[in-house]
């Protein structure tokens, strides 16, 4: 029933910004946390940021002071902002709710940053 749709990935220059979105429908984002992970090929999915249901944030190493997740409850979406990106950024990046009783992950969008 909970579907997510991220959108906003791209094609983006090396210091250039981009800001993903996550659609939820069929559930809410206000009773949910809210994760944003990447995959780059041959590596495996992590974790790079995280918003709870009460607003706290978690970011990983390599995008804090960069990236900034965010929620608007009104629209039932989770950003995340994406300032100063590097090549090493490049990955498909995937939008999870985290519910008492089940996990949902979306599609993935891809953003590549050329150097």
């Known amino acids: 029933q909970v579907q997510l749709v991220e959108s906003g990935g791209g094609l983006v220059q090396a210091g250039g910004s981009l800001r993903l979105s996550c659609a939820v429908s069929?559930?809410?984002?206000?009773?949910?946390?809210m994760d944003w992970y990447r995959q780059a090929p041959g590596k495996q999915r992590e974790l790079v940021a995280a918003?709870?249901?009460?607003?706290?944030?978690n970011y990983a190493d390599s995008v804090k002071g960069r990236f900034t997740i965010s929620r608007d409850n009104a629209k039932n979406t989770v950003y995340l902002q994406m300032n100063s990106l590097k090549p090493e950024d490049t990955a498909v990046y995937y939008c999870?709710?985290?519910?008492?009783?089940?996990?949902?992950w979306g599609q993935g969008t891809q953003v590549t940053v050329s150097s």
């Open positions: 999870k709710a985290n519910y008492v009783l089940y996990d949902y």
């Open positions: 069929g559930g809410s984002v206000t009773n949910a946390a």
């Open positions: 918003i709870s249901a009460g607003g706290s944030t």
